[in-house]
Nanobody, 125 residues
Framework: QVQVVESGGGVVQAGDSLRLSCAAS????????MAWFRQAPGSERESVAA????????YFADSVKGRFTISRDNDKKTMVLQMNSATPEDTAIYYC??????????????????WGQGIQVTVSS
């Protein structure tokens, strides 16, 4: 069964760091581009960060540039979002997304065809 699962969410205080992980599974499944999206209550889902298949290029939303980093391990089929200097505006459900057709780091949800269930991140002020 092909799936992606997020882990590492929780509650932190403003200024703290949090590390989200995404693990893809499936014997014949090779995720190409991978990304994080988030959706806050009452808001539309938005892109957060993305990484190309070989990890050479990345994309970050303006709201997280300089605070978040993204990395991946293709041998383990995992991806990590390191969230630093968290703010209450980062509070949202975070989704891992993977792409089978796209190798480039894309901030568009249309580039991704497999999504995780999401994980809650809450940043208290």
């Amino acid at each position: 069964q092909v799936q992606v699962v997020e882990s590492g969410g929780g509650v932190v205080q403003a200024g703290d760091s949090l590390r989200l992980s995404c693990a893809a599974s499936g014997r014949s499944f090779t995720p190409l581009a991978m990304a994080w999206f988030r959706q806050a209550p009452g808001s539309e889902r938005e892109s957060v960060a993305a990484i190309s298949f070989m990890g050479a290029t990345t994309y970050f939303a303006d709201s997280v540039k300089g605070r978040f980093t993204i990395s991946r391990d293709n041998d383990k089929k995992t991806m990590v979002l390191q969230m630093n200097s968290a703010t209450p505006e980062d509070t949202a459900i975070y989704y891992c997304a993977t792409s089978t057709p796209t190798i480039h780091a894309s901030g568009s949800s249309r580039s991704y065809d497999l999504w995780g269930q999401g994980i809650q991140v809450t940043v208290s002020s």
